[in-house]
């Protein structure tokens, strides 16, 4: 071969080449995946509530189904007042591990994401906040809401404090505030966290439509150090709810609704001893009480206003058995009040019960209570109207002359019943029965037949 026909040759072999390659490279685009519009598709979903198991699974199941749909971004609308570290490390994981990229989205105005929120504030590929928002105060409380010792205390801050740290750096935000916000409580508005340097957030937006219009193009680096860049012009939004069996256990982790649930379920329980077999009461009562103990699990309790409220109510219940004239009730509507007082142990206005509601609650469960206390004393002090016992003292008529010692009968009830006296008793005579022995009837005269001088 000669080397004008080789470097001819050469020539053609690379104009194929190439031109296969384009070819692939053609399909290649023309088969890269889109959404079924070629818009962006961003999943949106609002957690509005403690941090806790359930708000971890739905964060968790929001970002899976993104994954799953090959979505271009998830933006999480927080607002929260806190809540269990244990949640707070899950969801962390589950946006570090996500597939598709993470906005934490504080908003809108006027609210905040404090504690637990802050720390999945810095932990999200994107941190943004509404104007007049503010996060922080992430330093740890016992999970009974009570103040831990001194060396617990620290240790435990220290974990928390770390945590926060190795967020922040990996993250590339201002590690000093991170640790600050834990240690020593502090908390920061939008501004003083996007302001610092470097800062503790990405971006302030307005709403979901500036931040997404903001987030358009955005160069962001994942946990891993992959850089990518965000498509949400135009996007294709889908919002995420709650299913209804998280929006019920989400729903029972509220303040109010665990008090009331545990009043509620105590008294199930006292009304079924008093009155064995109603079954029903049992049940409901217990099952109140179980739900009770789950919220109880993830609020900040203090269990003395819980020995409060149980020691309210049985101060009711003796009033019904003693008279003492109104004092039990009393003292047992006060130490229950006391209670509701005591019973949430946090600053957090969210976590507050509120004067109306301790107020209406409690007086109308003491109503209850003094109501079905009594109605179970006069049901135990009613005569029987059954069996032997409620024989005793009915009246009957006798149907022919008993003599003393002797024998006759007597109609009572609509039954004909033989029966005996100590005492002459004549036909036709009213008598009440005192004493049933077998099928036979012990009668005496009634006190006024006496006293008027009956007839024999």
């Not at 941090?51 to 970002?63: K, L």
């Not at 059954?386 to 006798?398: C, K, N, V």
């Not at 022919?400 to 004909?416: C, F, L, M, W, Y």
Request: net charge negative.
């Amino acid at each position: 071969m000669t080397p004008k026909s080789f470097r001819v040759g050469l020539a053609l072999g690379c104009l194929i080449t190439g031109g296969l390659s384009s070819l692939v490279a053609l399909g290649q685009e023309e088969t890269e995946p889109t959404t079924p519009t070629g818009r962006p598709r961003v999943y949106v979903a609002e957690v509005e509530a403690l941090i806790h198991p359930i708000s971890a699974e739905f964060i968790g199941q929001t970002i899976d189904e993104a994954d799953a749909d090959d979505a271009d971004l998830v933006v999480f609308m927080l607002r929260t007042p806190g809540g269990l570290v244990d949640s707070t490390r899950t969801i962390n994981t589950s946006i570090i591990e996500s597939e598709t990229p993470v906005v934490v989205f504080v908003g809108p105005s006027g609210t905040r994401a404090a504690s637990a929120g802050f720390l999945i504030t810095i932990a999200a590929d994107v941190a943004a906040m509404a104007p007049g928002t503010h996060i922080g105060a992430a330093h740890p409380v016992a999970g009974t809401g009570q103040p831990m010792d001194e060396t617990m205390a620290e240790k435990a801050a220290s974990d928390v404090a770390a945590y926060a740290r190795s967020l922040a750096a990996q993250r590339q935000r201002n590690v000093d505030l991170a640790e600050k916000a834990v240690v020593e409580s502090q908390s920061f508005t939008e501004r003083e966290a996007l302001e610092a340097e470097p800062p503790l957030i990405d971006l302030v937006a307005s709403d979901l439509d500036d931040l997404l219009t903001q987030l358009d193009g955005r160069e962001v680096t994942r946990w891993d150090g992959e850089t990518v860049v965000l498509r949400t012009a135009d996007a294709e939004v889908s919002n995420v709810e709650m299913n209804w069996r998280q929006k019920l256990l989400s729903a029972i982790a509220h303040p109010q609704v665990a008090v009331l649930l545990f009043s509620l379920g105590t008294l199930g329980l006292t009304i079924e001893l008093w009155n064995p077999g109603g079954i029903v009461p049992g049940v409901v009562g217990g099952l109140c009480l179980l739900l009770a103990f789950f919220a109880f699990q993830i609020l900040p309790i203090n269990y003395v206003g819980l020995l409060l409220i149980v020691f309210g109510l049985v101060l009711l219940v003796a009033e019904m058995l003693t008279a003492t004239y109104g004092l039990l009730a009393t003292g047992g509507i006060v130490s229950m009040v006391l209670g509701a007082l005591m019973v949430i142990d946090s600053p957090a206005p969210e976590l507050q019960l509120g004067w109306p509601f301790i107020l209406s609650s409690m007086l109308a469960l003491g109503l209850i209570v003094l109501l079905l206390a009594r109605l179970g004393i006069q049901a135990q002090l009613r005569q029987p109207v059954t069996g032997r016992s409620g024989m005793l003292e009915q009246l009957a008529t006798t149907m022919e002359p008993i003599v003393a010692g002797g024998a006759g009968r007597v109609a009572t009830r609509g039954e004909i019943w033989a029966a005996t006296s100590d005492e002459d008793i004549a036909e036709g005579e009213e008598v009440r029965v005192v004493k049933v022995d077998g099928m036979r009837l012990t009668v005496k005269r009634r006190p006024d037949q006496i006293s008027g001088g009956a007839k024999i």
